[in-house]
C-alpha cells in the first residue's frame, strides 16, 4: 500500500471514526474533532502530493475489481477538493470550537453538533473518490442527512429550513436514482470509466443524463431550482453555512462536470451546453440581482452562492463548443476560489454579526473595534469573488473569458463581464456600509443605533475564528498563485479520470 492509498483511505474512515467517538465520549468531542481536522488536512496534503508526483490512480476497496467491487478514483481535481474540504472543515471546526466558550445551546451540545460535522465530512470525502454512480448517491445521501441535521440545529426558525432542504433534495435524490436505473438497464454497469466508453448516445442515454442532471441541479441549488438554498444557508450556524455553501453546493457541480464530461461526453452537443449554460446565465443574473436586493448580511452571501456557482456552470457551453481544456481548469479553480472564499465570508460575518447584535447590512456601520480582521477577511474575500487579481476568483475567470474568446462564444464573455460587475455591486454595499460612521436612518432603526453605539467588545475566542476566517481568504488569494502550476494537475484528470 502506497502513501496515497493509506492517505485516502484516512481520509474516508476517520470522520466517521471520530463521528462515532465523539458521540460515545462527548466530553472528549471537541478534543477528537480537532485532532482529527488536523489529521485530515495532512492526509490530504499527502494525496494531493501523491497526484502531482506520480499521477492520478485507482483503489479498489478489498481488492474487489468493478463491477463487483467499490473503486476509487484520485486524480488532480478530486485531491483539490479534498483539500478544500479540509481547508474549510480545519476552519470551520476552529471557528465553533472558539464559539463553545459563549453559553451553551442546543447547537453548542457536543452530542450533536461534532458527530454531525464529521459524518459530513467524510461523505464529502467519500463522494469526491467514489467511481461509480451508485456509491456517489450513497455519499449524496450522507452527505444530506448530515446536512439537514446541521441547519435544524441552529433553532425553531431554522427547522423550517431544513425541512424544506430534507425535502428538496429527496427529490432530488429520487430522479437521480431513477437516472441510474435506467443507465444500468441499459449497459448493466454504473463505473464512472467503463460507462464513458459504453453509455450510447440513443433516447434512453439521454433520458437518463437529463433525469441525473436534474437530481444534481437540485442538489446544488442551481437556478431555477435553488428555492431550498437562501433560508437553509443563512440561518444556519456560520460553520455550517461556510461548508455547506464552500464544498456542499461545489460537490454538486463536480458530479455534473465528471457526468457530462464522461459517461454523457456524447451527449454534449451545442445544444445541450447551451440549455445548461443558459441555467448559469440565469443564476449569475438572478442571484446576484437578489443578492444586491438583501438587507440581511447571511441572505446576502447565500444568493451570493447561487450568482457564483452559474459562473462554474459556463463550463459546459464552452466544453461543446470546443475548449474544453480551458474551460475545464478555469471553472475548477473558479470552484475552489468560490469555496474558500465563500467559507471565509460566512465565518467572519458570524463575528460581525455578533459585534453589531444585527445582521442588517445598514446596522454595520460605526465602532469596529476589535473586528477589523474580520472585515479585513471579508475583503480578501470579496476581491476573489469578483475576481481581482491576483486572487484564485481573477484566474479562473480570466481563463474561462480566454476559452470564450478562443471559442468565439462572445454572449458567454458577456456575462462573465456582467456577472462581474453585479458581484462587485452587491459586495461593495457592505464593505460601504463598513466604513460608515454610523447607521444612516437613525430615526426608523433604533435596534440599529443601539448596536451601533454598544457594539460586543472582542474577546480571544473572537479572536480564534476571525483567525479561521483570514486563513481560508488568505487561502482563496493563494489559490490564485497557485493556478497555473496546478493547471496541469487539474486539467489531466478529464483523460484519466473518464
Known amino acids: 500500500m502506497t502513501a496515497g492509498d493509506a492517505a485516502v483511505i484516512v481520509l474516508v474512515s476517520l470522520p466517521h471514526a471520530a463521528a462515532i467517538a465523539g458521540f460515545v465520549w462527548p466530553s472528549r468531542a471537541v478534543t477528537v474533532s480537532l485532532i482529527s481536522a488536523a489529521t485530515l488536512m495532512a492526509a490530504a496534503l499527502v494525496a494531493m502530493h501523491a497526484v502531482a508526483g506520480y499521477g492520478a490512480w485507482r483503489h479498489d476497496v478489498g481488492g474487489w475489481e468493478a463491477p463487483l467491487g467499490i473503486g476509487w478514483t484520485i486524480d488532480g481535481v478530486a485531491c483539490a477538493l479534498l483539500l478544500l474540504t479540509a481547508a474549510v472543515g480545519l476552519a470551520g471546526s476552529i471557528h465553533h470550537a472558539a464559539a463553545r466558550v459563549r453559553p451553551s445551546t442546543a447547537a453548542h ?23 461509480d454512480l451508485f456509491n456517489i448517491f450513497v455519499t449524496l445521501e450522507f452527505v444530506t442527512v448530515a446536512s439537514v ?30 437516472g441510474v436505473a435506467l443507465i444500468y438497464g441499459r449497459v448493466a454497469a454504473l463505473d464512472l470509466p467503463f460507462l464513458a466508453q459504453a453509455l450510447p448516445a440513443d433516447l434512453v442515454g439521454m433520458t437518463a443524463a437529463s ?29 455550517v453555512s461556510a461548508i455547506l455553501s464552500g464544498v456542499v453546493v461545489a460537490a454538486a457541480f463536480y458530479l455534473l462536470a465528471r457526468a457530462w464530461l464522461g459517461p454523457f461526453r ?8 447551451t440549455a445548461l449554460g443558459l441555467l448559469g446565465a440565469g443564476a449569475v443574473l438572478w442571484g446576484g440581482l437578489l443578492a444586491l436586493l438583501q438587507r440581511h448580511l447571511k441572505r446576502m452571501i447565500a444568493y451570493s452562492t447561487v450568482s457564483q456557482l452559474g459562473f462554474c456552470m459556463l463550463l459546459f457551453p464552452l466544453a461543446a463548443a470546443g475548449a474544453t481544456q480551458l474551460a475545464w481548469t478555469g471553472a475548477m479553480v473558479v470552484l475552489l476560489a468560490h469555496g474558500l472564499s465563500k467559507a471565509a465570508c460566512f465565518l467572519a460575518a458570524g463575528v460581525i454579526v455578533r459585534h453589531h447584535r444585527s445582521g442588517r447590512v445598514d446596522a454595520l456601520g460605526g465602532c469596529q473595534q476589535g473586528i477589523g480582521l474580520a472585515w479585513f477577511a471579508f475583503a480578501l474575500a470579496a476581491a476573489s469573488l469578483v475576481g481581482l487579481p491576483p486572487t484564485g476568483g481573477f484566474v479562473g475567470k480570466w481563463w474561462l473569458a ?24 452587491y459586495l461593495w454595499r ?35 475564528m476571525m483567525i479561521a476566517a483570514l486563513g481560508l481568504a488568505l487561502g482563496a488569494v493563494a489559490v490564485g498563485a497557485a493556478a497555473p502550476p496546478l493547471a496541469p494537475v487539474l486539467s489531466s484528470a478529464i483523460g484519466v479520470t473518464w
Open 266 to 273: 456524447e451527449l454534449l452537443t451545442p445544444a445541450a451546453g
Open 109 to 131: 451540545d457536543p452530542r450533536y453538533f461534532w458527530p454531525l460535522w464529521l459524518f459530513l465530512w467524510g461523505g464529502l470525502n467519500a463522494l469526491f473518490v467514489s467511481a
Open 402 to 425: 480566454q476559452a470564450a474568446i478562443n471559442s468565439g462564444a462572445y454572449p458567454w464573455l458577456a456575462l462573465l463581464v456582467a456577472g462581474t460587475l453585479l458581484t462587485a455591486a
Open 149 to 178: 441535521g446541521l441547519i435544524a440545529l441552529s433553532g425553531r426558525l431554522a427547522q423550517a429550513a431544513a425541512w424544506r432542504y430534507l425535502l428538496a433534495t429527496l427529490f432530488g435524490s429520487s430522479v437521480y436514482l431513477l
Open 430 to 464: 457592505v464593505l460601504e456600509a463598513a466604513i460608515r460612521t454610523g447607521p444612516p436612518d437613525e430615526a426608523r432603526r433604533p435596534a440599529a443605533i443601539a448596536a451601533h453605539r454598544e457594539g460586543a467588545p472582542a474577546t480571544p475566542s473572537d479572536r480564534g
Open 211 to 239: 433525469l441525473v442532471t436534474i437530481g444534481l441541479l437540485l442538489k446544488g441549488a442551481v437556478f431555477p431550482l435553488h428555492f431550498w438554498l437562501p433560508s437553509a444557508h443563512a440561518r444556519a450556524l456560520p460553520p
